[in-house]
């Protein structure tokens, strides 16, 4: 699965956060149905959020405390928490 970026939602201490849309093989925007429990279904696009982290410059422990939150967040399963797919 492809991604377009579409704008910055935020930026913290050492990353930033883009709101992206999903993109096909073909380079359509992915279609999902958001009313799945209604006859009648609604779609909408597939947005995600993906977080950038430029490695090259951090130092040392930097790099662990990234390699900490991916552990972290992989481990992570609650309606409340934001969910992590890929790395």
Known sequence: MDYKFEKN???GAFSTVFKCVEIDKRGKA???NVNPD?????????????KEIPLKDMTKQ???NVEREINILSQLSHPDIVRMEKV
């Open 62 to 64: 930097q790099l662990v």
């Open 38 to 50: 209604n006859q009648e279904p609604l779609y909408k696009r597939s947005c995600v959020a993906i």
């Open 9 to 11: 939602i935020g930026e």
């Open 30 to 32: 992915v279609l999902v």
